[in-house]
C-alpha cells in the first residue's frame, strides 16, 4: 500500500501566527484528503484535493500531484484550530491511507 | 438529518466476549469502511464494502468480522480472537469513484 508521512508531528503555535503542514505519499493517488480531528474523535472534513489549491476561510491546501505532496496552510492561527490534522490518500479501489497526523497546539 | 451514525459512543466489554458496533448511514453511499485508531496513532484499514453482500480485508482485519445485508448498514464485530481490541473504531462512507469520504462519530470500546 500506500505510505504518508506528515510533518512536523507536533507544532505549538502563537495565537495569530502561520503554519504550513505538511503530507508526503509515496505513490500515486486518486485524490487526497485532510481532516481535523475534534477533540471528541470525529474527523471533520476540511478539504478534497487531488490537485491544485483551494481555500476555506483561514485555511487553504495545495496537492502538487506530480510530486507527491501536499500542504495544509493555516493563517491568523485561533484556539479552535487546535487539534489533529490528517491527511489521507485514495489509492486502488477509494481504500484511504493515513498518516499519522501533525498535532496542533494553538496557545492564547 | 443525512449522515453516518455510529453506536453506541461508548463500549465497554469484557474480555473474551464478541462485541458488536453499528454504522448506519442515510446519504446512499455505496462503499463503506471501518478504521481503528489507537492513541497518537493515524487510521488503519480494517474491512471495507464497495456493494452489498460484498466486502474485503483491510490492512488489519484479524479478528474482525464485518457483514453487509444493506446498503445503509455495515456492522462490525470484534471478536475474542482479536488480542488487542480497546481503541477507537470510526466508520466511513463515500460514493464509488473517486469522491469524498465521510466519518462517523466513532466508537471508543474498552475491553477490561
Known amino acids: 500500500g500506500i505510505q504518508v508521512e506528515q510533518s512536523p508531528p507536533d507544532l505549538i503555535l502563537q495565537e495569530g501566527a502561520n503554519s504550513t503542514l505538511r503530507c508526503n505519499f509515496s505513490d500515486s493517488v486518486n485524490n487526497l484528503q485532510w481532516f481535523h480531528q475534534n477533540p471528541w474523535g470525529q474527523l471533520i472534513n476540511l478539504f478534497y484535493i487531488p490537485s491544485g489549491t483551494k481555500q476555506n476561510g483561514r485555511l487553504s491546501a495545495t496537492t502538487v500531484a506530480t510530486e507527491r505532496y501536499s500542504l495544509l496552510y493555516i493563517s491568523s492561527s485561533q484556539t479552535t484550530d487546535s487539534g489533529v490534522y490528517f491527511c489521507?490518500?485514495?489509492?486502488?479501489?477509494?481504500?484511504?491511507?493515513f498518516g499519522k497526523g501533525n498535532q496542533v497546539v494553538v496557545i492564547p | 438529518d443525512g449522515g453516518i451514525t455510529q453506536s453506541p459512543k461508548y463500549l465497554f466489554r469484557k474480555e473474551g466476549q464478541n462485541v458488536t458496533l453499528s454504522c448506519e448511514q442515510n446519504l446512499n453511499h455505496d462503499a463503506m469502511y471501518w478504521y481503528r485508531q489507537d492513541p497518537g496513532q493515524g487510521l488503519r484499514l480494517i474491512y471495507y464494502s464497495q456493494i452489498v453482500n460484498d466486502f474485503q480485508k483491510g490492512d488489519i482485519a484479524e479478528g474482525y468480522s464485518v457483514s453487509r445485508e444493506k446498503k445503509e448498514s455495515f456492522p462490525l464485530t470484534v471478536t475474542s480472537a482479536q488480542k488487542n481490541p480497546t481503541a477507537f473504531y470510526l466508520c466511513a462512507s463515500m460514493f464509488t469513484g473517486d469522491t469524498e469520504a465521510f466519518f462517523g462519530q466513532g466508537t471508543r470500546l474498552t475491553v477490561v
Open positions: 489521507a490518500a485514495a489509492y486502488g479501489n477509494n481504500r484511504l491511507a
